[in-house]
């Protein structure tokens, strides 16, 4: 292929796909539909996973040495990554608002540099590729995107790790779809099955992941075409990745034990649902806002995660719970100890903090996923409303506050994010609290009523439904042909 410009080749989702597709590509075209997605899942679920792995560590030490060597700060960490209560105090707090300044500003040079796309959480430009071209994805989206999310989570950005690893896998599939010449169609299930194994790995929660491969990308509709191929791909992204990390749940086994003798006691989770979506909702328009706000910024695309960097920073000296990704100060709020810990205001002003933060981060155009984020805004929405009714002795409020902190982050985000079930499979297998599904129901269908009313949603390229996907798609085509 002399000659050829290969970054011409990378960067056009066109090219001559049938040669560059050869034998292989006709082999994988011509297979029956179980062959096809049984090899196609297995490998798409290894790339998932290694990816997985790779940020993960990638984040480890980056965070261990902006956060803990440079500002003397130690998070806490969930009981799968030891489980470590975190420091007391920073050493240099002076260092702080540097690190974070310093960790956005790298991070959006390098964006703006080399994939301008890479930019934001990440999921939400899967899901449009998905829609519109599933070819679309440049494979060094997937290289810059490890990179700067690293940066802006390790320095302390509120960000999650998911958004990274579903474009990782999602980056992948989309580089197969073009040197494969696959169809749209099957383009667009090899995608989706990347945003779940993606997801579904770095949370330990296959089950999860492939339900949300097929939920992900409509508001109120299901890909049933995503659902079996994506238990394969789910199923090897969670061997892969569990082979190196372990395969203990997330956060443990949380003690969330609730005995539903009598029928008033559920009325809590009712409380939790409407509580939920009001947080939901501030989330998506919070966060959504600031997107708008920072587009009017002059040179907004180095400058506002800069500046959005330095003020995560200075929030982060008086409020430690919305650095990072947080999922430490999850595994603290799941116990009565480890909640009473935390200050009562800050558990009470948590939530939107953490929204404010994330939208800091991600929403000005830095780099991570807003999935992490969204659960611990979620979690914390449960332990408030634990500690305000354990303290003023309301009946019916359980003794431990961990079956309200697992239904905070399935109702919370499930519902903003117009994917309940796959996000209650979700939570329950990264904190092994299955017996927390009666009034998660309760809570998360509530929750999921009333966002479905507003028709806001944290991922603003889902499609409503697979037939107004399919007619917008047949739009585009007529005048792309006229």
């Known amino acids: 292929m002399s000659g050829v410009d290969e970054n011409q080749l990378e960067d056009s989702p066109g090219g001559d796909l049938e040669e560059r597709g050869g034998r292989v590509g006709r082999f994988i075209r011509n297979l029956q539909y179980l062959e096809k997605w049984l090899l196609l899942g297995v490998v798409i679920g290894i790339v998932a996973g290694v990816g997985a792995v790779l940020f993960y560590l990638a984040l480890r030490y980056t965070t261990h040495f902006l956060l803990g060597y440079v500002a003397g700060y130690h998070l806490p960490t969930p009981l799968v990554e030891g489980g470590s209560p975190g420091s007391s105090h920073y050493s240099r707090p002076w260092a702080l608002p540097l690190v974070t300044t310093a960790g956005a500003l790298l991070s959006a040079l390098l964006v703006a540099k080399f994939a301008p796309e890479a930019s934001g959480h990440g999921t939400d430009s899967a899901i449009e590729a998905i829609h519109t071209d599933p070819r679309h994805i440049r494979t060094r989206v997937v290289v810059v995107k490890l990179i700067t999310s690293a940066l802006t989570i390790g320095s302390g950005g509120s960000a999650g790790r998911e958004g990274p690893t579903a474009q990782i896998s999602a980056g992948f599939a989309s580089f197969l779809t073009r040197r494969l010449h696959l169809s749209d169609d099957d383009g667009r299930i090899l995608v989706s099955l990347g945003v779940g194994a993606g997801i579904g790995a770095i949370f330990g929660a296959p089950l999860g992941g492939a339900v949300l491969a097929a939920s992900i990308i409509y508001r109120e509709d299901f890909e049933y075409r995503v659902l079996y191929?994506?238990?394969?791909?789910?199923?090897?992204a969670y061997a892969v990745f569990g082979s190196f990390l372990g395969f203990d749940p997330m956060f443990g086994y949380v003690d969330a034990e609730y005995r539903f003798e009598r029928p008033w006691p559920l009325l809590w989770?009712?409380?939790?649902?409407?509580?939920?979506?009001?947080?939901?909702?501030?989330?998506?328009?919070?966060?959504?806002?600031?997107?708008?706000?920072?587009?009017?910024?002059p040179g907004s695309s180095v400058l506002a995660p800069t500046l959005g960097g330095l003020f995560v920073g200075l929030m982060g000296l008086v409020i430690p719970q919305v650095l990072s990704s947080g999922y430490g100060w999850v595994q603290l709020a799941t116990t009565k100890q480890g909640l009473l810990t935390i200050p009562l205001w800050i558990v009470l002003v948590l939530p939107i903090a953490k929204i404010v933060a994330t939208s800091l981060s991600i929403g000005t155009g830095g780099s991570g996923g807003i999935f992490g984020p969204g659960i611990v805004i979620g979690a914390f929405v449960g332990a408030a409303v634990w500690r305000l009714?354990?303290?003023?002795?309301?009946?019916g409020v359980p003794n431990s506050p961990g079956i309200f902190v697992v239904v905070g982050m399935m109702a919370c985000f499930g519902s903003v994010a117009h994917a309940p079930l796959a996000i209650l499979i979700m939570v329950a297998e990264m904190t092994g609290s299955f017996s927390v599904v009666p009034g998660a129901i309760i809570a998360v269908g509530i929750a999921s009523l009333l966002m479905h009313r507003t028709k806001v949603s944290i991922y603003?390229?889902?499609?409503?439904?697979?037939?107004?996907a399919e007619a917008e798609r047949?739009?585009?085509?007529?005048?792309a042909g006229a």
């Open 389 to 395: 009714g354990e303290m003023f002795h309301l009946p």
């Open 474 to 479: 047949l739009h585009a085509a007529a005048i």
């Open 229 to 236: 191929p994506g238990f394969v791909t789910s199923a090897t």
């Open 269 to 297: 989770f009712v409380v939790l649902g409407i509580v939920a979506a009001a947080v939901g909702y501030l989330f998506a328009r919070i966060f959504y806002a600031t997107e708008a706000l920072t587009a009017r910024i």
């Open 460 to 468: 603003r390229s889902q499609r409503r439904n697979r037939e107004t």
